[in-house]
């Protein structure tokens, strides 16, 4: 059982660059970010193993949007440069057993997600 917790979501202009955290307790956990638009279905950001060694990024993300961990402080980051404003959406990060995947409905465990809007 985990329970992850998101912080950092906020206001940024576009071209910004804003840096999520989730932290999550717990070892042997995959983690992914996803993002979710009211009336929208959820979508994958990024999502990065246990180890580290492996990512996913949507194509739309790569690029511009980075996810990495330290097991250590029980954190994942997501950091976000050259903001857009279709980037504004809630975001969540998740956990799952040690391999990372894009699929939200693999993972097991959900934060409440942290709000994010992109000005213009």
């Known amino acids: 059982q985990v329970q992850p917790v998101e912080s950092g979501g906020g206001l940024v202009q576009a071209g910004g660059s804003l840096r999520l955290s989730c932290a999550a307790s717990g070892r042997n956990y995959a983690m992914g970010w996803f993002r979710q638009a009211p009336g929208k279905a959820r979508e994958v950001v990024a999502a990065i193993s246990w180890g580290g060694g492996t990512t996913y990024y949507a194509d739309s993300m790569k690029g511009r949007f980075t996810i990495s961990r330290d097991n250590a402080k029980n954190t994942v980051y997501l950091q976000m440069n050259s903001r857009k404003p279709e980037d504004t959406d809630v975001y969540s990060c998740?956990?799952?057993?040690?391999?990372?995947?894009?699929?939200?409905?693999?993972?097991?465990?959900w934060g409440q997600g942290t709000p994010v809007t992109v000005s213009s």
């Open positions: 998740a956990a799952r057993r040690i391999i990372a995947s894009t699929k939200s409905h693999e993972y097991d465990y």
